[in-house]
């Protein structure tokens, strides 16, 4: 029963370095989303994935990049990280586009020096 | 920018007592959704209220929502400690282009 499944928990990073954050759901669910999470800024989504072979930006994409490698995985990578980019990141998915209900998985908490 | 924003920002209750939260928000909705946050999790589904809904009820807790306010309540009744987190609204807007959007989060603490 793993739901939705972000590798990796941590990671620090030097500023300039690239990594990619991971994010695999086992539901079956068309549509996927990077949102980051920063003291007192709330939730703010970055990319989203609403169905296989798509992705749109969201509110905050600079600096991003993601891949819908296939239904079940979404990859979100930093290029050139910057400390700004400091935060966490959480990997959700829902049934369908405009379903409702977001499945969360459990963050990865960058930190960018 | 957030779409909902939730009122109070920190809540703090004795056990036993009930917590009411609110949510504002800014355009037309299709739904509103209530997500709970453990301290350093990830964010659990509690409940969905439709636009053409005006009250929900799940085991205690209980939402409403005031479309010509923009507005939304949850109520968690009889709190117990294990209620402490963050509670967050997300609303997904009319007019075909659905993309969740939160608002900042209360901060909800229950002193056993």
């Known amino acids: 029963n793993a739901g939705v499944t972000q590798t990796p928990k941590f990671q620090v990073l030097k500023t300039g370095q690239s990594m990619t954050l991971q994010c695999a759901q086992d539901?079956?669910?068309?549509?996927m989303y990077w949102y980051r999470q920063d003291p007192g800024m709330g939730l703010r989504l970055i990319y989203y994935?609403?169905?296989?072979?798509t992705t749109d930006k969201g509110e905050v994409p600079n600096g991003y990049n993601v891949s819908r490698l296939n239904k079940r995985e979404f990859s979100l990578r930093l290029e050139s990280a910057a400390p700004s980019q400091t935060s966490v990141y959480f990997c959700?998915?829902?049934?369908?586009w405009g379903a409702g209900e977001l499945f969360f998985g459990e963050g990865s908490r960058l930190t960018v020096l | 920018s957030q779409q909902g924003e939730e009122d109070p920002q920190a809540l703090s209750i004795q056990e036993g007592e009930n917590a009411t939260m609110n949510c504002s928000y800014k355009?037309?909705?299709?739904?509103l959704q209530w997500y709970r946050q453990n301290s350093g999790r990830g964010l659990v589904h509690l409940i969905l209220?439709?636009?053409?809904?005006r009250e929900k009820h799940s085991g205690r807790l209980r939402v409403t929502l005031d479309t010509s306010k923009k507005s939304s309540s949850l109520l968690i009744t009889a709190s117990r400690a294990a209620d402490t987190a963050s509670y967050f609204c997300?609303?997904?807007?009319?007019?075909?282009?659905?993309?969740?959007?939160f608002g900042r989060g209360t901060s909800l603490i229950v002193h056993p």
């Open positions: 959700a998915s829902s049934p369908q």
């Open positions: 355009t037309s909705i299709n739904n």
């Open positions: 209220i439709r636009s053409n809904e």
């Open positions: 997300a609303t997904g807007s009319s007019g075909g282009s659905y993309i969740p959007t």
């Open positions: 539901m079956n669910h068309n549509s």
């Open positions: 994935s609403a169905s296989e072979g």
